[in-house]
Nanobody
């Protein structure tokens, strides 16, 4: 079992920055992909960014050039640096971690609110 604990959400003005963190803990696990999804009110959850254990990254088009995902494998921690925030970035942000290979199990954090005011 893997537990994910997120931190770093909050209220920020448009154009501002926030940094989200997500730490994974547990026993006897190895993590492959880590990443972030978000869900705005009335909308489906969408992928924001992901990163492999080797550091390869993938971003949603809407955040490219503004958000940066990184991770510290030794600490099983993933970060999301969010710059030039827009009101449309307002959502609950959920981190996830994929563990195992067959099957792959996806674990989710509890979510952290990000609110961007105009």
């Amino acid at each position: 079992q893997v537990q994910l604990v997120e931190s770093g959400g909050g209220l920020v003005q448009a154009g501002g920055s926030l940094r989200l963190s997500c730490a994974a803990s547990g026993r006897g696990f190895s993590i492959n992909f880590m990443g972030w999804h978000r869900q705005a009110p009335g909308k489906q959850r969408e992928l924001v960014a992901s990163i492999t254990s080797g550091g390869s990254t993938n971003y949603a088009e809407s955040v490219k050039g503004r958000f940066t995902i990184s991770r510290t494998n030794a600490k099983n921690t993933v970060y999301l640096q969010m710059n030039s925030l827009k009101p449309e970035d307002t959502a609950v942000y959920y981190c996830y971690a994929d563990s195992g290979s067959n099957p792959i199990i996806r674990y989710w954090g509890q979510g952290t609110q990000v609110t961007v005011s105009s």
